[in-house]
Nanobody, 119 residues
Framework: QVQLVESGGGLVQAGGSLRLSCAASVSIFSINVLGWYRQAPGKQREWVATIVRGGGTNYADSVKGRFTISRDNDKNTAYLQMNSLKLEDTAVYYC?????????????WGQGTQVTVSS
């Protein structure tokens, strides 16, 4: 089992910044894909960003150039740095981890952290 705990959400004005954290209960090296997703009220959960074991990253077009995903291997933690926040970034943000093999193979989700962007 892999447990993920998000933190760092909160209330921020449009144009501001937040950094979300996702602490994993296992070595981050064992995780093949780490991602951030979000779900706004009344909408489906959508993909935001991904970082793979080799370090490659990908972003949804809606956040490209504003958000940065990264990880700290020593702390077993992934981050989502969010800059130039917009009202439409308001959502619950979820961390996701996918491991392809071994005793912790599977698809895991954190409990989510609320991000609210105000005008």
């Amino acid at each position: 089992q892999v447990q993920l705990v998000e933190s760092g959400g909160g209330l921020v004005q449009a144009g501001g910044s937040l950094r979300l954290s996702c602490a994993a209960s296992v070595s981050i090296f064992s995780i093949n894909v780490l991602g951030w997703y979000r779900q706004a009220p009344g909408k489906q959960r959508e993909w935001v960003a991904t970082i793979v074991r080799g370090g490659g990253t990908n972003y949804a077009d809606s956040v490209k150039g504003r958000f940065t995903i990264s990880r700290d291997n020593d702390k077993n933690t992934a981050y989502l740095q969010m800059n130039s926040l917009k009202l439409e970034d308001t959502a619950v943000y979820y961390c996701n981890a996918i491991t392809f093999s071994g005793p912790t193979s599977g698809n895991y989700w954190g409990q989510g952290t609320q991000v609210t962007v105000s005008s």
